[in-house]
């Protein structure tokens, strides 16, 4: 197997692979929201523009959170593939020789937190929290890293998707660090809410950062070759 540029064989583009990975957990999370609400399990607000309530809580119980671990599982899985071929892509950038360890401790965090979701006890509640923690935190230095090879590297993508790129990450840092100074500067009774609503930003600018590492792959016509013999 190799990543390469297309010529004349047979070849597996690679763009879909972000694209499908990034929408998979934010697909899990908008069903079991909406199954949540129908049954009653959550209120019927918007929690990205209200913050009402979690993106845990939204799949936490009965047939939302069968439905998100089903979804969340294999998308980790699909991730840590992402980082490999990454790792590859941008071979020789400063940092990108970690991006498969990352990636492959993002997944790990992310299926931990979808296997224990919906579970009792201080020990799964540990899992829980801290499979949320290291998954944003691991997955957002891997984009880092491909952001900042990215946007160093002129001939990669387009200037709006390298800016598009850059923008992402900047948000996402900054709903990280309101996560920790501002819920900590406000309220008690608001703090829930600025940090649900950070969380469910976050979840979606994720998103959005595989979307436009999607585009710059398929903009750079980047394959697979399977060999076979």
């Known amino acids: 197997m190799a990543l390469t540029r297309p010529e004349d064989r047979t070849l597996l583009r690679l763009w879909p692979l972000p694209l499908v990975a990034g929408v998979m957990p934010c697909a899990a999370v908008l069903i079991a929201w909406a199954v949540s609400t129908q049954l009653g399990l959550v209120p019927a607000c918007n929690p990205f523009l209200e913050g009402c309530f ?9 047939l939302p959170n069968h439905l998100f671990r089903a979804i ?11 980082w490999m071929f990454a790792a590859r892509w941008l071979a020789g950038a400063s940092g990108a020789r970690w991006l498969p360890l990352l990636g492959v401790l993002a997944a790990i965090a992310l299926a931990l ?5 919906g579970t009792e006890g201080a020990v799964y509640r540990v899992l829980r929290q801290s499979g949320t923690v290291v998954y944003f935190g691991f997955t957002c230095l891997a984009m880092l890293v491909t952001g900042n090879a990215v946007v160093h590297h002129r001939r990669l993508g387009s200037a709006l998707l390298r800016h598009a790129l850059r923008g992402l990450l900047v948000t996402l840092v900054l709903l990280g660090l309101a996560n920790v ?4 500067a406000v309220a ?3 703090r829930d809410r600025v940090q649900n609503l950070s969380e469910w930003w976050g979840s979606l600018v994720m998103t959005l ?3 436009v590492l999607a585009a710059i792959w398929r903009r750079e016509r980047l394959v697979v070759v399977l060999r076979s013999g």
């Not at 969340?72 to 992402?82: C, D, E, K, R």
């Not at 937190?113 to 979701?117: I, M, S, T």
């Open 181 to 184: 100074l501002v819920a900590e």
């Open 209 to 211: 950062l595989f979307a």
């Open 54 to 62: 979690s993106v845990s809580r939204a799949a936490r119980h009965e």
């Open 113 to 117: 937190y979808g296997a224990f979701l």
């Open 188 to 190: 008690p009774e608001l």
């Open 72 to 82: 969340v599982l294999p998308a980790a899985a699909l991730q840590a593939v992402v």
